[in-house]
Every structure is written in structure tokens, then in C-alpha cells.
């Protein structure tokens, strides 16, 4: 039974395809927000109708992503997901005691970048963890 699956599989190349569509939706999505905040009507608006596009894509993307994985797969997605849930839970309650002494709020784009750097730090986590823990079964 190989370990790594076949890189020309078709279902290899359709994930890989989705989950760099999902990166670049989100890129999109952060830059098109932060020019908005630079430009006045119309332009603004429009900025903030292509962020919520690609912010619509991006979930779009990633539901259709979760329904092609396999159970190991869905493994690591699983604790990157709770890696991501238990950071920015924690990085939202330190912004909240830290507002509490006067400290600016951090804009919600910074949030969500914030939340997409955890989940990818999550993912070299798991898989890294998995890993280890297979070498030494």
C-alpha cells in the first residue's frame, strides 16, 4: 500500500486546485478589504462588494473542499480547526482585556487574517504531529 497518493490522481489535483483557490479568495478578499479603506464612494464600495465576493467563494470553496477529503484527511483538518478555534478565542479575549486599559481595537479584517494564519499554522502542526506519532507506531 504506497504511503503518498499518486500525484497525477484526479482527486489529488482537484484538492490541490481547491485549497489554492481557497488561499487566493482569501488573499483577495484581505486586500480588496484593506484598499477599501483608502479609497472614497464609489470605489469603496465596490472594493468592499469584490471582498464579500471572494469572502462568499472562499467558504464555497472550502465546503466543496471538506466533502472530497478522506478520513485522515479530515483528521488534520479537524485539529487545525481546533488549533485555529482555541488562538483566536484566545487572541479575541486578550484584545478584550487589553481595550479594557484604553488599547485601540483591532479592525475585524485583522481578525480573520489572524484566524487564516492559525488555521495554516494548525495544518503544519497536525500533519507534522501525525507524522511523528506514525514513525513511532
Known sequence: MPTRPDPVDPLVIRKQRLLRIFYLAFVGCAISFVAAQYFRSPWRYGLLFVSLALTV???????????????????????????AFVGILSLLTIE????????????????????????????????????WRRGYE
Open 57 to 83: 467563494l472562499a467558504v464555497w470553496i472550502l465546503v466543496r473542499f471538506l466533502r472530497v477529503i478522506d478520513e485522515f484527511e479530515a483528521l488534520y483538518l479537524y485539529d487545525a480547526l481546533r488549533f
Open 96 to 131: 478584550a482585556f487589553l481595550e479594557t486599559f484604553g488599547l485601540p481595537r483591532v479592525p475585524a479584517y485583522g481578525n480573520a487574517v489572524c484566524a487564516v494564519i492559525l488555521y495554516s499554522l494548525g495544518l503544519v502542526y497536525s500533519s507534522w504531529q501525525h507524522h
